[in-house]
């Protein structure tokens, strides 16, 4: 990586999942002297042993190098992290609690042991997405963990430092960012110079830099991924209705997005958006809001439209094979919930594979990267192993191909782009996808011989 390393400050990042993994990679990529934290000893292990527990490309080259020249150390040592880093980052996860409101126990557990160990002034910079007032929650576990050592008077800063890296692209995201939001108390200058000083080697246009108020800055991360979803909802609605009409959803989104205005990104109608953010952050936002007493009916629409559209590829299927689909195979391709990632947090293959097997079907399901972790939610979501239930894992697209009637397309992985569309059709007895990306033009389907039922097009 061709990053300047200008820096040298002491930092500790606890939580070593997506988020704390690559901050403290790519902040020792930058000359810091980075201590990631982790709870659990089995992801540290893997650390220390020159492995990574997540699939992020070119995420384990930039572990590998740092850890070996001294700059990035994994331990599960509190007291160790705690003692290491002047800049504290908490990147634990924010489950969904059953109300749908962010679950801030580990967020504050984190904050307690900083509270509870600390000898020296730290800035505790929340990187987790919180909600607004969190950094006043964490203010106060610190302050009270001090008073009861008798430490009242101890320095510290709180900051709010939301991330916005995007999984499969979080390397680039983290060194090249569109914009750092940093919050931090009005006159808090030391803690502002701090946090400048460690993002100035990443940003070139130092306007990208966005120092506020650390409730705004909290209130940005989820108005970020509430429009995003927006968007997606809003496109897989029309999706519906660009169907019933005879247009192509397709054309649309070149249409509206040349528009400056609306913009490229994040129009794509498909099978739903999953992942471990939109879905919770989407449900956190909205149960901010009703407890502020202003229910917030744009984010319910949000959540029940992909609700919905996770089911539209089963739906897709029942519109052909009605509703028992027994003595049927299904290849499918791609079950992470997005390409570039073995991740199946909130992933729409699950929706589909789980009425798959509810409907009697038999699946040979593939993904480049996530089948071990995939065996392990759909184990979860089953209550069996998928073999049990009539799901093969197989290692390779065309395996997924053999036997099948036809194939279902979940992710758009880039090996799915090009297939030898000859070769597909003569492999499934019904020459027929169901497309949940819309990766193929349906007239060249159509030239192919295959049936072709996607997203919001015509089908042929
Ligand atoms: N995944 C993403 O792409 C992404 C992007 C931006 C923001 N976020 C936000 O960042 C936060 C973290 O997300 P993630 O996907 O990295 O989470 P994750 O669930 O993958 O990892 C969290 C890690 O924190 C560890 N942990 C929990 N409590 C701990 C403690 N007290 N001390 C040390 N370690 C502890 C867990 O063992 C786990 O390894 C969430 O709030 C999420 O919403 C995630
Ligand atoms: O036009 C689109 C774009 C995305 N998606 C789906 O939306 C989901 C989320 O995709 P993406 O945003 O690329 O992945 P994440 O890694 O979940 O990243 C989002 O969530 C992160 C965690 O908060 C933020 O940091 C990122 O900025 C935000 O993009 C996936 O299921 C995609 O298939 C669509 O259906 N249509």
Redesign the pocket.
């Known amino acids: 990586m061709l990053l300047s390393r200008a820096h040298g400050m002491k930092i500790t990042v606890i939580g070593t999942g997506y988020v704390g993994l690559v901050t403290g990679a790519c902040l020792a990529e930058m000359g810091n002297h980075v201590v990631c934290l982790d709870v659990d000893a089995r992801k540290i292990d893997i650390l220390n042993s020159g492995g990574i527990p997540i699939h992020e490309p070119g995420l384990l080259e930039i572990v590998r190098s740092n850890a070996a020249a001294g700059r990035l150390e994994f331990t599960t040592d509190v007291a160790r992290s705690v003692a290491h880093g002047t800049l504290q980052f908490i990147a634990v996860g924010t489950p969904p609690d059953e109300d749908g409101s962010a679950d801030l126990q580990y967020v504050l557990a984190a904050a307690r042991s900083i509270g509870r160990l600390m000898t020296d002034y730290k800035v505790i910079i929340d990187k987790s997405?919180v909600p607004v007032g969190t950094a006043d929650k964490v203010r106060a576990a610190v302050a009270d963990e001090l008073a009861q050592r008798g430490h009242s008077g101890m320095a510290f800063s709180v900051v709010s430092n939301p991330?916005?890296?995007?999984?499969?692209a979080a390397v680039a995201d983290f060194t090249r960012p569109d914009r750092v939001v940093v919050g931090v108390d009005e006159g808090d200058d030391r803690a502002a110079m701090l946090m400048r000083s460690l993002y100035a080697p990443f940003i070139r246009n130092r306007d990208r830099l966005l120092v506020m108020d650390i409730k705004s800055a909290e209130f940005t991360?989820y108005a970020?991924?509430a429009m995003?979803a927006t968007?997606?909802s809003f496109?897989n609605e029309l999706s519906r209705l660009a169907e019933v009409m005879g247009a192509d959803i397709e054309a649309v989104r070149i249409g509206i997005g040349s528009d400056p205005r609306i913009g490229t990104?994040?129009?794509?109608a498909?099978a739903?958006?999953?992942?471990?953010?939109?879905p919770k952050?989407v449900k956190a936002l909205a149960r901010t809001a009703a407890e502020n007493g202003l229910p917030s009916q744009m984010m319910a629409a949000v959540e029940a439209v992909n609700d919905a559209q996770k089911q539209v590829l089963a739906r897709k299927v029942a519109s052909v094979y009605g509703e028992d689909w027994r003595g049927k195979t299904f290849a499918v391709w791609g079950l992470a919930?997005?390409p570039n990632t073995d991740d199946m947090r909130e992933a729409?293959s699950r929706v589909l594979l789980a009425e798959l097997v509810r409907r009697g079907a038999q699946v040979r399901a593939y993904d480049p990267v996530a089948a071990e972790e995939a065996a392990r939610v759909l184990a979860l979501d089953l209550g069996c192993a998928p073999e049990q239930a009539g799901i093969t894992l197989v290692n390779s697209a065309t395996e997924a191909l053999s036997g099948a009637d036809a194939l279902i397309i979940v992710t758009e992985w880039k090996e799915f782009r090009t297939p030898d569309f000859e070769a597909l059709a003569s492999a499934l007895r019904d020459r027929r996808i169901f497309d949940g990306r819309n990766l193929y033009e349906p007239a060249l389907m159509r030239d192919s011989g295959l049936h072709y039922l996607s997203i919001g097009r015509p089908a042929c």
């Open positions: 997405t991330e916005f890296l995007k999984e499969g991360k970020a991924n995003l968007r997606i496109m990104h994040f129009l794509y498909g739903g958006y999953g992942g471990s953010c939109f952050d919930f997005k729409p």
